[in-house]
C-alpha cells in the first residue's frame, strides 16, 4: 500500500505552502516518520473508538445503544452533543430517537421529513454539513441551536436493516453539533462519523439476532416440556406447562 508515497509527495510539493520546504530527501524522511509514527496512533486510536461502539451491550434498549455511540461520536469529533433521528412510516415524519446529552425530554418528538437536513439526509443517504446553522435554510429551531451554543452541524445517514419479514428498513440520521461558527469540515471527520454510524447499525444487528436467538431458545423449552409430558402419559395443561417454562 506504500507504492503511493513518491505519488504523495508529488502531489505535496505542487502545493503553494509547500515550494520552499525542502528537498526530495526531506519529503522522502517526512513521509517515512509519518509513516512510522504518526500513522499507527492515529489508526490505533480510531480502532479503539470503532471498538468501544461495537462493544456496546445489546441488552440494553434502542434509545440506550443510540445514547452511548452519540457520546462516542462527540468524544472523538469534539462536539458539544449529538442527536439521533429515525423515519416512522406512519407519520411520515423524523421521530426522535436518542442524543447526548439525554434531552428527550426538551425535544420536539416529530420534525417534517421535507424541508430538514434529517429528511434531506434520509432521502438521499448522504452526509450534509452545515458551517453555519444561522445562514442554513434547512435548519428552522434556530433559536434553539443558539441556546445551546450550536453554530455548525454534521449530518451523516443510518441504517438499520430489517431482521423479521413484517419489519422495514430502519432509515434515520445522526447530528452532531459543534459550538464553532463557519466551521470548516474535514473530510477525515465526515469519513469517521460514518463509520461510527455504520457501527452503530452492527450493534443493532447483533441486539435483534440476540431477541431471536433468546425467542427460539423459549420456544423450543416449550416443545421439550409439551413432548415430556406427552412421555409420562399423564396428558398435556398447557397452563402447567408455560407456568414451568
Known amino acids: 500500500m506504500w507504492n503511493i508515497s513518491e505519488d504523495l509527495i508529488k502531489s505535496l510539493q505542487k502545493e ?36 468501544e461502539i461495537i462493544e456496546i451491550s445489546p441488552d440494553l434498549s434502542e434509545p440506550e445503544i443510540l445514547t452511548g455511540t452519540t457520546r462516542y461520536m462527540v468524544d472523538f469529533l469534539g462536539a458539544i452533543s449529538a442527536s439521533v433521528r429515525t423515519y416512522d412510516p406512519n407519520t411520515e415524519q423524523m421521530l426522535s430517537y436518542g442524543s447526548y446529552p439525554y434531552e428527550e425530554h426538551s425535544r420536539a418528538k416529530y420534525i417534517p421529513l421535507e424541508d430538514t ?49 413484517d419489519e422495514r428498513d430502519t432509515a434515520g440520521v445522526i447530528q452532531v453539533y459543534f459550538a464553532e461558527k463557519d466551521r470548516p469540515f474535514s473530510q477525515l471527520e465526515v469519513q469517521m462519523a460514518d463509520l461510527m454510524a455504520r457501527r452503530l447499525s452492527f450493534v443493532i444487528a447483533r441486539k435483534k439476532l440476540l431477541s431471536m ?33
Open 213 to 245: 436467538h433468546r425467542i427460539n431458545e423459549k420456544k423450543d423449552a416449550i416443545v421439550q416440556k409439551i413432548f415430556l409430558k406427552l412421555g409420562a402419559r399423564g396428558g398435556v395443561k398447557m397452563k402447567d406447562v408455560f407456568n414451568r417454562v
Open 117 to 165: 437536513i434529517a429528511g434531506y439526509v434520509v432521502k438521499s443517504r448522504k452526509p450534509y454539513l452545515v458551517p453555519n446553522v444561522l445562514e442554513e435554510k434547512l435548519y428552522q429551531d434556530k433559536e434553539r441551536a443558539v441556546s445551546k451554543g450550536a453554530f455548525s452541524i454534521m449530518a451523516v445517514p443510518l441504517a438499520i436493516p430489517r431482521f423479521f419479514p
Open 16 to 51: 503553494p505552502w509547500a515550494q520552499s520546504c525542502g528537498d526530495q530527501d526531506f519529503w522522502t524522511h517526512l513521509i517515512q516518520w509519518f509513516k512510522d509514527t504518526v500513522l499507527p496512533e492515529f489508526l490505533g486510536d480510531i480502532s479503539s473508538r470503532v471498538d
